[in-house]
T-cell receptor, first 115, second 113 residues
Framework: DVKVTQSSRYLVKRTGEKVFLECVQD?????MFWYRQDPGLGLRLIYF???????EKGDIPEGYSVSREKKERFSLILESASTNQTSMYLC??????????????FGPGTRLTVL | GENVEQHPSTLSVQEGDSAVIKCTYS??????FPWYKQELGKRPQLIID?????GEKKDQRIAVTLNKTAKHFSLHITETQPEDSAVYFC????????????FGTGTRLLVSP
């Protein structure tokens, strides 16, 4: 099984702080994703990456940036945290489409609270 | 872009009953439809998926059906058990090369003993 880990389960930050959320996968998968999960809204894609140093905007990229310097690590950055970014953040990893390894596997999530 | 609608938002059944959750999608190019189960406080986990060249897939008490003409797909759980209680998400994907999923808003299933 793909193991996807996230650096923190719970995080409390103040408005205006720069926040880093880290995600690591151990199965050499090309694709990595960041979602936020809010009640009644499901999972919404923030950014994804299909290779090292490559990134693509998802559906709600505003206020976020990402970094992928190594294949196994995908970071989500909140340049200046705001209260409306309080949410559950989920990272996922998947192999190439139609490769037989393209199931998205999720990390345990980081519950971020911005005060 | 793709839009996935999921119904109902909550579903309560008695143990042993069947449960059905329905999703509709907008993009006829969508070709991959996974279902995820998320138990309270845990990560979403894939329980079953179907590709557009198949109309139905079963795995023990769980089945998924796909109607490409109507652009909808459904999750069927038979003989429900209390441990089936969770939030279920449907999703759709199309050939982007990146396996990009669009998720439904989720269904909270409660199975009462």
């Amino acid at each position: 099984d793909v193991k996807v880990t996230q650096s923190s389960r719970y995080l409390v930050k103040r408005t205006g702080e720069k926040v880093f959320l880290e995600c690591v996968q151990d199965m050499d998968h090309e694709n990595m994703f960041w979602y936020r999960q809010d009640p009644g809204l499901g999972l919404r894609l923030i950014y994804f990456s299909y290779d090292v140093k490559m990134k693509e905007k998802g559906d709600i990229p505003e206020g976020y940036s990402v970094s992928r310097e190594k294949k196994e690590r995908f970071s989500l950055i909140l340049e200046s945290a705001s209260t409306n970014q309080t949410s559950m953040y989920l990272c996922a990893a998947a192999g190439r489409e139609n490769s037989g390894t393209d199931t998205q596997y999720f990390g345990p999530g980081t519950r971020l609270t911005v005060l | 872009g793709e839009n996935v609608e999921q119904h109902p938002s909550t579903l309560s059944v008695q143990e042993g009953d069947s449960a059905v959750i329905k999703c509709t999608y907008s993009d006829s190019a969508s070709n991959y439809f996974p279902w995820y189960k998320q138990e309270l406080g845990k990560r979403p986990q894939l329980i079953i998926d179907i590709r557009s060249n198949v109309g139905e897939k079963k795995d023990q008490r769980i089945a998924v059906t796909l109607n490409k003409t109507a652009k909808h797909f459904s999750l069927h759980i038979t003989e429900t058990q209390p441990e089936d209680s969770a939030v279920y998400f449907c999703a759709a994907s199309w050939n982007t090369g990146f396996q990009k999923l669009v998720f439904g808003t989720g269904t909270r299933l409660l199975v009462s003993p």
